[in-house]
């Protein structure tokens, strides 16, 4: 995930049950690039949001 110039608070990822399976709090940053591992969760599709500031991205991925 790369994100310029914005304080990231939170990154969840949601199952399609709509339950929290992860969660990674960044803090307060001017800069990202980090990799999240997934493999601990099993295979399916998956909601990611990221809290940026005040702002909320969405991006949905299938783990195979």
């Not at 940053?29 to 990221?50: A, F, M, N």
């Amino acid at each position: 995930t790369k994100v310029n110039n914005f304080i990231i608070t939170t990154v969840n990822i949601i199952n399609t049950a709509g339950q929290i399976v992860k969660q990674i709090n960044f803090g307060e940053l001017q800069y990202l690039q980090e990799s999240i591992s997934v493999k601990e969760l099993p295979s399916g599709p998956y909601t990611v949001v990221c809290t940026i500031g005040k702002e909320k991205q969405t991006v949905r991925f299938i783990k195979l």
